[in-house]
C-alpha cells in the first residue's frame, strides 16, 4: 500500500482532532472507531471480507502500513472468523496514542507538551497542514450538501464519523441538525462501513448484537438508528491529547 493516500484510520483522526485546542473529540469512543476504520481500510485494500456479521483474512500478504498490518497479523491468528463487534470491543485501546504518533511521525501534526492543572503531563497535537484536514472535511461536506452518493471510503469515514459521535463536534448546534442527520444516513452507502459502524455503537452501548443477516440491505433501517452513547471505556484513556 502506497503513502499517496490517506488511511481511513488517518483521516478520522485528523476529523477528530480540534485545531484551537489540540485534543481530540470523543476521545473515550475514538479508539473504538479507529479499531473499525482498520477494518475499513484492510477490506478496501483485499485483504479481509465481511462474512455476515464476521471478519474474514482472504489474502494475508501485508500492505505495507505497519499499524495496519499489525491487525492484519492478529486477524490471521484467529483462525477462523470474528464478529466485528468482539474485534472492535476486544483489547485494542491506545489507538488513538498510536495513530497521533504515527501522524507525527509522517509529518502531518506536531506534539505540544504542557501540564493540566499545572500538574498532570499532557500533549496536545496541532496539524501542521490544515489544508489536508480541509480537504477531508470537504469530501464530507460535499457528500451531505449535494446528495450524490459519496465513493466507497468516503462514505465508510461518514459512517464511522458518526458512529464516534463526531457529527456534534463536525456540525453543531441546532442549524447542524439536518447535517448531522443526512451525514448518519451516508452509512448505507457502504456494506462494511456500516458494519463497522453498527458494530462501534453495538460495542459502546453495552449490546452483545446478534448476528446481522443481510448486513448490506440494512439501509433503509439507518434513519433509525440513535446517536451514540458515552463509551465506558473513558476511564481507560490516556491524558495525552485529551
Known amino acids: 500500500m502506497g503513502r499517496s493516500r490517506r488511511t481511513i484510520p488517518e483521516e478520522l483522526?485528523?476529523?477528530?482532532?480540534?485545531?484551537?485546542?489540540?485534543?481530540?473529540?470523543?476521545?473515550?469512543?475514538?479508539?473504538?472507531?479507529?479499531a473499525g476504520a482498520q477494518l475499513v481500510e484492510l477490506a478496501l485494500a483485499g485483504r479481509i471480507a465481511p462474512d455476515g456479521d464476521r471478519i474474514a483474512v482472504v489474502m494475508p500478504r501485508p500492505t505495507g502500513d505497519p499499524t495496519l498490518d499489525s491487525a492484519l497479523e492478529l486477524l490471521r491468528r484467529r483462525g477462523s472468523p470474528v464478529r466485528a463487534v468482539h474485534w472492535i470491543g476486544g483489547p485494542r485501546l491506545g489507538l488513538r496514542q498510536i495513530y497521533l504518533a504515527h501522524l507525527e511521525r509522517c509529518g502531518m501534526v506536531h506534539a505540544v507538551a504542557g501540564q493540566m492543572c499545572g500538574v498532570l503531563p499532557t500533549t496536545r497535537y496541532q496539524a501542521t497542514d490544515t489544508a489536508i484536514s480541509r480537504d477531508i472535511r470537504a469530501r464530507l461536506d460535499s457528500a451531505i450538501r449535494t446528495g450524490v452518493p459519496p465513493d466507497p471510503r468516503t462514505a465508510a469515514l461518514a459512517a464511522l464519523a458518526h458512529a464516534v459521535g463526531l457529527g456534534k463536534h463536525l456540525y453543531p448546534g441546532n442549524e447542524g441538525r439536518s447535517s448531522r442527520s443526512r451525514l448518519r444516513d451516508l452509512i448505507r452507502h457502504d456494506p462494511m462501513g456500516?458494519?463497522?459502524?453498527?458494530?462501534?455503537?453495538?460495542?459502546?452501548?453495552?449490546?452483545?448484537?446478534?448476528?446481522?443477516?443481510?448486513?448490506?440491505?440494512?439501509?433503509?433501517?439507518?434513519?433509525?438508528?440513535?446517536?451514540?452513547s458515552q463509551s465506558r471505556h473513558g476511564s481507560m484513556a490516556r491524558v495525552a491529547a485529551h
Request: hydrophobic share 45%.
Open 13 to 34: 483522526l485528523l476529523l477528530a482532532l480540534d485545531p484551537a485546542t489540540g485534543t481530540t473529540a470523543q476521545p473515550q469512543s475514538l479508539d473504538l472507531g479507529l
Open 194 to 228: 456500516g458494519l463497522v459502524a453498527h458494530a462501534v455503537m453495538d460495542v459502546q452501548n453495552g449490546v452483545a448484537a446478534q448476528p446481522r443477516r443481510n448486513q448490506a440491505s440494512t439501509g433503509s433501517r439507518q434513519a433509525a438508528v440513535p446517536m451514540p
